[in-house]
């Protein structure tokens, strides 16, 4: 599996932003997806998961009720829609993929894509 994360860039504070993740290979219906993010000198943490369905998510206390994790299985895509950004919110985001269920876990995941900033100014 090939991931490709793309959509971050610079935006305000409160502003939003929608990141995407492009999965290669025939088994994205069958795979988990989850959000991480790293900031500068700061350890990759979870955002946000989403079933192989589509039918559970899990959301970091962090974003929840600002960011919505979705997916479209035709389109092997996986989405992340931020809304209400804080600086706080800055960092490099990556998608990452792991069979069937969502994890908060990073270690639980085994592909990876390559990352994308979002920097958000106040």
């Known amino acids: 599996v090939q991931l490709q994360a793309s959509g971050g860039g610079l935006v305000q504070t409160g502003g939003s932003l929608r990141l995407s993740c492009a999965a290669s290979?025939?088994?994205?219906?069958?795979?988990?997806m989850g959000w991480f993010r790293q900031a500068p000198g700061k350890e990759r943490e979870f955002a946000a998961a989403i079933s192989w369905s589509g039918g559970s998510t899990l959301y970091a206390d962090s974003v929840k009720g600002r960011f919505t994790i979705s997916r479209d299985n035709d389109k092997n895509t996986v989405y992340l829609q931020m809304n209400n950004l804080e600086p706080e919110d800055t960092a490099v985001y990556y998608c990452?993929?792991?069979?069937?269920?969502?994890?908060?876990?990073?270690?639980?995941?085994?592909?990876w894509g390559q990352g994308t900033q979002v920097t958000v100014s106040s």
């Open positions: 990452a993929s792991r069979p069937l269920h969502g994890s908060r876990r990073y270690a639980e995941y085994h592909y």
């Open positions: 290979g025939r088994t994205f219906g069958s795979l988990a």
